[in-house]
Structure formats: structure tokens, C-alpha cells
């Protein structure tokens, strides 16, 4: 995961929008993935963006790609304290066999 | 419903002995993986499997070894060869061997006694 870096840690108050921001050094990765782990549990897929997109919502979720940068941003607005979880960036790289390669995972903790 | 069954939750193992950790889907995808996770660490990919009866090492696959004789099936087994075992152990698969997002199971955790 050396090659994809996160943040480690935010912390929000309920209600607020979250941030969560990721880069990424490959410019042969074709999507982008965030996904979601809760305490002792494994890795929910949230939402994912072809890398010829610039954004992508779902719901509560925004994502912004900016692939100059090859900076990857997921939006969380009106964070609740279910948010409260830590979020993973992965790309799928084609020269790797389109293997994921993870962040270190940035822990969101959202205060009441 | 369709998914991906990690067994069992919790794992011990004792000095010098092997285990195995089970995955099961029935999701009917091609390609499924396995990942070691630490504390406050990403993923490691250890070994993956993109068809029946083919695997490949992924980047920490020594003192590990799968099998992929069953499309729904992708057992681990951490050997006695893995002196580091103590992690949080993940499966996941996908559709096919493209890019195509990947689902996880529950996770296994493996501890030493």
C-alpha cells in the first residue's frame, strides 16, 4: 500500500460534511475504489469511479478524481455517527493485473 | 442471499502447526483473493486465483498455500513456515480476472497460542 497514501485520522461532528482524501502515483489504474470497515469486520465496497470520470454521487457520498493530480477525495455529507468507521482508497492497476493495491485507511470518528 | 462465507471467525493456532482458513462464495465469480491485514495497516495481498485450479502469489505469499479445485471454494493454510501468523485474515472475489470490484468476506482472525 506504499504507493497509495491516506491520512490516518478525522474527526467530524455529526452533521457536518467529511473529507476523506487518498493519492494515488499510478497513471495505468482504471478505477478507484473506496470501501468501509467497521470494528472486527471486513471490507464493504461504498462506491468506485472509472479513472476517465472526474466525479461520481451516490446518495450522501460525492467522489471527486482529479487524475492530473492523481488525487482521489470521497465526500461524506451529513456524517452520522454510523459513518464512524475506517474508510480504505484502493486502485485496480492494469499493468498489475488489475490487482488492488490499498491505502493505510483513514479512521473517521464522528462526535455526537 | 449471495456472498462470501470466511470460517471460522476466530483462529488459534500453536507453535509448528498448520491451519486452515476457509472462504466460500457463491457469488459464481471467477477470480477470488486472500489478504492479511494488520493493525493500522492496509492490505496485503497474499495469493489470488483467477480460474479453477490456477493461482498466483500476490505480494507476502511465503508461509502460505491455497487451493482452487472448486470455483467456490479458496481455502488458506498459514504453515508453520509463517513465523508472524497473528493478523486479521480477509477473502474476497470478484466477477472475473478484469478490473472489476471486489467483495469481502468477514474476515478470520488468527492468533498464537
Known amino acids: 500500500g506504499e504507493d497509495v497514501e491516506q491520512s490516518l485520522f478525522l474527526s467530524v461532528r455529526e452533521g457536518d460534511s467529511s473529507v476523506i482524501n487518498c493519492t494515488y502515483t499510478d497513471s495505468s489504474s482504471t478505477y478507484l475504489y473506496w470501501y468501509k470497515q467497521e470494528p472486527g469486520a471486513g471490507l464493504q465496497l461504498l462506491t468506485y469511479?472509472?479513472?476517465?470520470?472526474d466525479m461520481k454521487q451516490d446518495q450522501r457520498l460525492t467522489v471527486l478524481l482529479n487524475k492530473k493530480d492523481k488525487h482521489l477525495s470521497l465526500r461524506i455529507a451529513d456524517t452520522q455517527t454510523g459513518d464512524s468507521a475506517i474508510y480504505f482508497c484502493a486502485e485496480s492497476r492494469r499493468d498489475s493485473s488489475y490487482k488492488l493495491i490499498f491505502g493505510s485507511g483513514t479512521r473517521l470518528l464522528v462526535r455526537p | 442471499d449471495g456472498g462470501i462465507t470466511q470460517s471460522p471467525k476466530y483462529l488459534f493456532r500453536k507453535e509448528g502447526q498448520n491451519v486452515t482458513l476457509s472462504c466460500e462464495q457463491n457469488l459464481n465469480h471467477d477470480a477470488m483473493y486472500w489478504y492479511r491485514q494488520d493493525p493500522g495497516q492496509g492490505l496485503r495481498l497474499i495469493y489470488y486465483?483467477?480460474?479453477?485450479?490456477?493461482?498466483q502469489k500476490g505480494d507476502i505469499a511465503e508461509g502460505y498455500s491455497v487451493s482452487r479445485e472448486k470455483k467456490e471454494s479458496f481455502p488458506l493454510t498459514v504453515t508453520s513456515a509463517q513465523k508472524n501468523p497473528t493478523a486479521f485474515y480477509l477473502c474476497a472475489s470478484s466477477r472475473d480476472r478484469g478490473p472489476q470490484p471486489q467483495h469481502f468476506g468477514d474476515g478470520t482472525r488468527l492468533s498464537i497460542l
Open positions: 486465483s483467477q480460474i479453477v485450479n490456477d493461482f
Open positions: 469511479i472509472f479513472s476517465n470520470m
